[in-house]
């Protein structure tokens, strides 16, 4: 895994607002028919539903989506990096590119007719949190979108696992970068997603993958497998497995080297973005050339910081106490 130079990553993803809703009746979820945990699709409609059913619970905005996420905490990093997504031509729009580009992120942002996409992240008080994300702009990216120059420098490609609800988009991104030559990491998402798409997923994975993130329920959807069984599986299709589980840490394979990575914090607040802090942590060893146990460090590290701070962004004072700690 040693590379002479810092390498440079981007990303593609959903490019998405949070709206950070800490629930104090999980019952919440029952009611909306979304599994804990999970990530739910829902309409412009019934996202308005659930957002007038908490509007009277504490709420936090932040700019969101899985691999905007790691792009950004790279970014804080001190990583060139690039982001790949679809807003619409609103508020939350320009709220989501000036949070990436106040971090000097190189925007490749297609401009919609449609709102931009709002994911609700509903944290129950043992820190689990929900998804319910209504798409919108974000659901327009298509594969033509995706031009080839937008890779040019970058070494390392991220794809959000999410990205499935387009399966065109998905598979050509995946071997554009492919293609021309970057390492390709993707993250599965979600276990749900995983099921509803696992043929898509596997192909994609064998065909054009180098770094394979999951936790523990994406990782048994994958391969219907518990976490060791699953993580020697992966790693007979790819190079580099990450497989996440939970308090226990996680479990991280590179050829037939394979090291365990314990947690280092039990302070949960929310667990939001907990698995892209550790895809951040993680690929920040990979693009300075680091030993597999440091890059699996490096990922607990930043998931430890996250989930102890509502959503997934640390201020900037946070980030240059870890710097220091890194």
């Known amino acids: 895994m040693n590379q002479k130079r810092q390498s440079k990553v981007i990303g593609i ?5 949070d709206e950070i809703t800490l629930l104090m009746d999980p019952s919440v979820l029952q009611k909306f028919n ?3 945990g999970s990530m739910t699709l829902v309409d412009r409609i019934q996202s308005d539903v659930i957002h007038q059913e908490t509007k009277k619970n504490r709420k936090k905005i932040t700019s969101g989506g899985s691999v905007s996420n790691v792009i950004g905490a790279l970014a804080s990093m ?7 997504g679809a807003i619409g ?3 939350f729009g320009s709220f989501f590119s000036q949070s990436l580009s106040s971090l000097d992120v190189d925007l490749f942002l297609k401009k919609r007719s449609e709102s931009t996409g709002v994911a609700i992240s509903l944290v129950t008080p043992d820190g689990e949190r929900t998804f319910a994300t209504h798409l919108g702009a974000a659901a327009t990216l298509e594969a033509a979108d995706v031009h080839p120059s937008y890779f040019d420098g970058f070494d390392i ?5 999410y990205l499935v609800q387009n399966h065109e988009l998905i598979a050509s991104a995946a071997a554009l970068a492919h293609q021309l030559g970057l390492k390709v990491a993707i993250d599965l998402a979600s276990f749900n997603v995983v099921e509803e798409n696992l043929s898509l997923l596997k192909g994609i994975v064998v065909d054009y993958v180098d770094i394979l993130f999951a936790n523990e329920e994406e990782a048994r959807a994958f391969t219907d497998k518990m976490p060791i069984e699953a993580l020697e599986e992966m790693s007979t299709m790819v190079d580099t497995v990450v497989v996440k589980v939970g308090a226990e840490g996680a479990y991280v394979q590179h050829m037939k080297e394979r ?15 907990a698995g892209d802090f550790f895809a951040a ?4 060893g990979v693009a300075n050339g680091l030993e597999l146990s440091r890059c699996g460090y490096l990922g607990a590290l930043l998931a430890s910081k996250v989930i102890a701070v509502s959503g997934a962004h640390l201020e900037p004072e946070m980030w240059q106490q870890l710097k220091r700690e890194m």
């Open 281 to 284: 942590g993680f690929l920040y």
């Open 157 to 161: 490609f991220m794809i959000e696992g």
């Open 259 to 273: 090291v365990h990575i314990p947690t280092l914090s039990n302070q949960v607040v929310d667990t939001t973005g």
């Open 34 to 36: 979304l599994k804990s």
């Open 78 to 84: 001190g990583i060139k990096t690039g982001f790949i």
């Open 13 to 17: 993803g959903n490019a998405l607002v």
């Open 89 to 91: 031509s609103d508020d």
